[in-house]
């Protein structure tokens, strides 16, 4: 029973390591506009307001709020995206590392000649396939769930599909 607890627990704190950078954002600006200092009402002077900025004072005062920034959405929110974005990011950014693998793997075998581009492209395709073919999905699960995590602050955003760009 206590082996079970046990790793019951390691998963629940490796998974609120893997969380914990999608909430740092959002407990620092609720904790900073929950609890404003009296020095700094009475030494705040309002900024020159932009017609944007403006039409969102007048809305979040009427009530009605924006969604317009990327860092307010909630917690539930940030784990669907991130559950969602590794579900369709693994593939998505497996399938791009093993062309993106290929193609290196060709480029290194021909190297830059163009006649041995030409003679050597049917054999370094023979070569690089297997090999990407194994690195790929291993980068892509690796990648996948990176992008999904980095980016859960902006949900559903290409970027946690791994639809941007890939290093």
Request: hydrophobic share 45%; net charge negative.
């Amino acid at each position: 029973m206590s082996k079970q607890f046990a790793a019951m627990f390691s998963a629940l704190a490796l998974s609120m390591t893997l969380i914990s950078p999608c909430l740092a954002d959002e407990v620092v600006n609720s904790d900073a506009a929950a609890v404003p200092s009296p020095a700094a009402e009475s030494q705040a002077q309002p900024a020159p307001a932009k017609d944007e900025d403006a039409a969102i004072s007048i809305a979040q005062a009427s009530g009605k709020t924006s969604s317009k920034s990327s860092g307010d959405s909630s917690f539930a929110t940030q784990f669907a995206s991130f559950a969602v974005g590794t579900v369709v990011g693994i593939p998505i950014a497996s399938v791009r590392k093993t062309i993106q693998d290929t193609r290196n793997g060709i480029k290194d075998i021909t190297g830059e000649n163009k006649w041995l581009k030409i003679l050597l492209f049917a054999p370094g395709t023979i070569i690089s396939v297997p090999f990407a073919c194994i690195s790929g999905p291993v980068q892509g699960a690796y990648f996948g769930t990176r992008n999904s995590l980095m980016n859960c602050n902006e949900p559903f955003s290409k970027d946690a599909f791994s639809l941007g760009d890939m290093p």
